[in-house]
């Protein structure tokens, strides 16, 4: 069996209008015959954050909704939170704190099942903090501010859906690429993400990641970049350069493995257009 996909959401999405990331998600979960768990162990509203998304989701035609507040280790550990995954084709983890999911969940049964279902085929979908536990690395919290510094950032393991790379939210909004920039100073073999808000990463079994919604993702690729972050003290600037940066809107692709954009269908077709011109 090949994994299945996973979403990465800058926070913010639109459940109003045309919910372009929603109506994706369903889309790929499996639509009316969709199965969906809403975990909303990161949120500060409790199992309110969990309603609000479960009424969404009914709105858009899904019949089979569950919702998982797991709030403590043991509750997360109960084999009856395994079990309410157990035919999931779709798992959605709301906004809030990182830290919380992270430190609730992580390396419990829920978090297995979760990861269980994804190896099976399931979209896993994140939106805010859900989106930062994504990957194995994860922003815990940190500053705002486009000049990278030290202690910008702290790290924590994340839930290891999406390996290789670390990912911000609300990222334009909250002014984070210097946080991210920081963070790809000190862990180079990461490749950074900051996704906007109402703005998704849709990542599949092939790791290319295609943008959708109103924003941009920054992918920030520091492969071959050249840092002093490992002598500077305190929280003084530091430097990092050849950084490799990209900024990808709506309708553009991304491959995370090879770290490369991906020409769109239109953009080839109007190269071989040109091409065919002056020939």
């Not at 393991?157 to 946080?179: K, S």
């Not at 849709?202 to 295609?210: A, N, Q, R």
């Amino acid at each position: 069996m090949s994994d299945g996909t996973v979403i990465i959401i800058g926070g913010a999405e639109d459940k109003v209008r045309d919910r372009v990331i929603l109506n994706r998600f369903v889309s790929l979960a499996g639509g009316s015959d969709a199965s969906i768990a809403v975990i909303s162990t990161a949120s500060s509203l409790g199992a309110e954050a969990a309603e609000r998304y479960k009424g969404v989701f009914a709105d858009l035609g899904v019949r089979r909704i569950r919702a998982l507040h797991a709030m403590t280790r043991p509750q997360a550990n109960d084999e009856s939170a395994a079990v309410a995954l157990r035919d999931a084709t779709g798992v959605f983890l709301t906004g809030g704190n990182q830290l919380r999911l992270s430190s609730t969940i992580g390396g419990t049964r829920l978090a297995d099942a979760t990861l269980e279902c994804f190896q099976n085929g399931a979209v896993v979908a994140g939106t805010s903090a859900g989106a930062s536990a994504m990957s194995s690395h994860m922003i815990a919290f940190g500053a705002s501010g486009a000049t990278p510094k030290n202690r910008m950032a702290q790290i924590a393991a994340g839930l290891g859906l999406l390996p290789g790379v670390i990912v911000d939210q609300h990222f334009q909004q909250r002014n984070r690429l210097g946080r991210l920039l920081s963070l790809i100073a000190q862990n180079p073999s990461l490749l950074g993400l900051g996704v906007d808000e109402d703005t998704a990463g849709v990542v599949g079994p092939d790791h290319v990641m295609e943008v959708i919604g109103r924003g941009s993702i920054t992918v920030i690729d520091g492969s071959a970049s050249e840092t002093d972050a490992w002598e500077i003290k305190g929280h003084r600037p530091l430097m990092i350069s050849n950084v490799v940066l990209h900024s990808l809107p709506s309708g553009y692709r991304f491959d995370l493995r090879r770290r490369n954009r991906i020409a769109t269908p239109a953009l080839q077709a109007l190269l071989g257009g040109e091409a065919a011109a002056s020939s």
